[in-house]
């Protein structure tokens, strides 16, 4: 099935790069999500995949700019990083409460943002240094990353000592846990800036065995991929196992089991949960969860599937343009309301659920996938 470029399709793009363009601040940052009070800040994990999709898509100078913004963030917060690196050594994890570790959301100045939220995240940082190399190897220029070096060398040090330690998810959640998905970011970011590392390289493959066997010896149950260590239940950020930090092969049976899982308990038509028990805005569907699916699909040589979620994401596109969730199915309608009052409308636009969208267009419209050729 070939993807037909409709006019719908064309503005669908179009319509992205422009709101991903006019959310970039001169700094670089990308702001999560200009519409919603909490997410006028710059994250490291919807900051990185918003830079792959544009570099998927030849955008390269706005993906470097945000890279450059990132490192600029990881040096002004070397001393802190330190002394995290030597509490984590001595084994004083504390709960998060006083704030010993690295934020996940800054303002576009690179600045932490006070108040109380799950900050201690380390997924992002392990997708930063993913993006990074993604970046060099989409534009072929090798010699961009030695002004990153010692953003990568520090956050490869933060890596190493934190991976052990329970930290929020990628939804800012269950801070007592160590997830999947994030051991997923830490082993993908490691692996992608092995190659050059060549001091480095041997400790990082055995950093990198070290996280997988973990994962293998903790992660399953019932032959599935579990969303944290000792807690059993499903969750579609488990799809990040595979693609992109390719932790486990898209095909591995412990993989296709766990996506069947996510189509048998998350998705309700083309639109996907983010884990059964989500009550966040009632637990609706998130674009970005669907492209990522739709994503998994093209790899998987699934393409009709893949073209289904595209267009499903191409019909949740409003004015303001894709928001993080939509309400069309609610897993607990309830506290939709709830949400609502407290917080006012979901947030839109989500500047990752256009940048996932991308990615999925970049993928069917780029066939075979460019990161077959390595
Ligand atoms: C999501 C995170 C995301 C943040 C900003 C949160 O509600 O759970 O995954 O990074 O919003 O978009």
Redesign the pocket.
Known sequence: MTLMISKNTADCVRHSVDIIRQNQAGTGAYI??PGFVH?RYA?F??GTFTAYAMDRIGEHESARRFYQWCHDVLMKQEPKARRAMEAARRGEWDGHENDVFLH??YTVDGEEVPGKWGNFQLDGYGTWLWGVAEHVRLTGQTAWIDQMRPGIELTLDYLEACWRLPNYD???EHGDRIHPATLAAVYGGCRAVQPYLPDRSAALGALCEEIRLYLLKNGIEQGRFVKSIGNPAVDASLLWLSLPFGMVAIDDPVMTNTVHQIERLLQNGCGVHRYPQDV?YGGGQWPLLSAWLGWYYARAGKRPKAVEMLRWVESKFGGEGLP?QVQDVLLAPAAYQEWLSKEGPP?VP?L?SHAMYLVLYAELVQWPPLSEKR
């Open positions: 999560a999500s997410y994250w994990r919807d996940t959301r990628c939804w800012e966040y993080e947030a989500l990752w």
